[in-house]
């Protein structure tokens, strides 16, 4: 994928914790569109990459806005963007691309856990425009904590808009099932934020017999637990077309055993969270480890993601 140099216009505390971070094309260059719930992969710096979703307006066209939480994550991106990016710094980029795409819906749910306002924002940005029904209910445990308050407060949207402090005395707290038992038949909902929180979301919505297809979900950090039959045993991986067989031992990843062979997989993340690296499995039982695919694409796709999952069986035949 093509990479852009932008420049950090902007560095604004958003809260506690939260450092929003405004890029702007070099002189003579543009932005590449983007649509709501669409994301950015961002190196903070060289050999460590984080996935960032666009918080703007995605009808605005010289700018790209993200929101980063400082968090203790096993890689440190988030660290390395709060302590190492400054206002006026060069940043590599990807363009934005949409795993986290609206839907056409009678209405729309959109749900935010924490800094899972982010992608959130850009859809009722998108939806306000496009005269459609929603709204947003923004979840946190402390006002002080949670991005982006003001400007939705003062967003054209605002009587859409939601908050739902624990802490906070005078504002209710979240009631899922009662949320999500008055929404009207057809409604799609859209739920980002910490896994458990969105795990807590869509299970209610599951136990309630909300269809698969109306549930959409982002996730910042991968999060899948290995599966009950989950191994670490080695295994065989056939390529159907290249013609190529080769093992994975116990603690290395297929995609570093298949680029030792000189087949290179398109990654992003290298964690489960983005699909960049999605291949479909043509035989063999995957052990999916990512927090990409839904549920329903587990049960009844033939894909996986071979940055971080195995298989569970002896032999997983793929599309290469
Ligand atoms: S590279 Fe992101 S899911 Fe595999």
Same mark, same amino acid.
């Given at each position: ?29 543009? @932005? $590449?569109? /983007?649509? &709501?719930? #669409?994301?950015?992969?961002?190196? +903070? =710096? ?124 005078? @504002? $209710?707290? /979240?009631? &899922?099932? #009662?949320?999500?038992?008055?929404? +009207? =038949? ?135």
């Amino acid at each position: 994928m093509s990479e852009l140099r932008v420049r950090v216009h902007a560095r604004t505390v958003l809260a506690a914790g939260i450092a929003g971070f405004e890029l702007r094309a070099l002189p003579g260059q543009s @932005l $590449p569109p /983007f649509s &709501a719930g #669409a994301h950015i992969d961002v190196w +903070p =710096v060289e050999g460590l990459v984080r996935q960032y979703s666009l918080c703007n307006d995605p009808a605005e066209s010289h700018r790209y806005q993200i929101a980063v939480l400082r968090a203790a994550d096993s890689r440190g991106g988030s660290i390395a963007m709060h302590e190492q990016v400054q206002e006026g710094d060069l940043l590599r980029i990807s363009p934005p691309r949409n795993l986290f795409a609206l839907q056409p819906a009678p209405h729309t749910l959109l749900i935010a856990g924490g800094i899972g306002i982010t992608p959130l924002m850009a859809m009722a940005h998108r939806l306000e425009h496009e005269a459609a029904d929603f709204e947003l209910h923004y979840c946190g445990r402390q006002l002080a904590g949670m991005a982006c308050v003001d400007a939705l407060k003062a967003a054209s949207f605002a009587d859409r808009v939601h908050f739902h402090v624990d802490d906070s005395a005078g @504002l $209710p707290s /979240f009631q &899922a099932e #009662a949320l999500l038992s008055r929404q +009207p =038949v057809g409604t799609h909902l859209y739920v980002c934020g910490p896994s458990g929180f969105m795990d807590w979301v869509l299970d209610t919505a599951r136990r309630l017999g909300w269809p698969a297809g109306q549930l959409h979900r982002e996730y910042f950090a991968s999060s899948a637990p290995a599966g009950p039959q989950a191994t670490d045993e080695s295994f065989e991986v056939r390529l159907a077309r290249n013609g190529l067989s080769c093992r994975v031992a116990a603690g290395q990843r297929v995609i570093d055993v298949l680029a030792a062979h000189g087949v290179d997989i398109p990654v992003s993340c290298e964690a489960g969270v983005c699909g960049t690296c999605l291949t479909t499995v043509l035989e063999g039982e995957p052990d999916h480890r990512d927090s990409f695919l839904t549920e329903e694409e587990r049960q009844t796709g033939r894909q996986f993601t071979p940055c971080c999952s195995r298989a569970l069986t002896p032999v997983l035949v793929l599309d290469l």
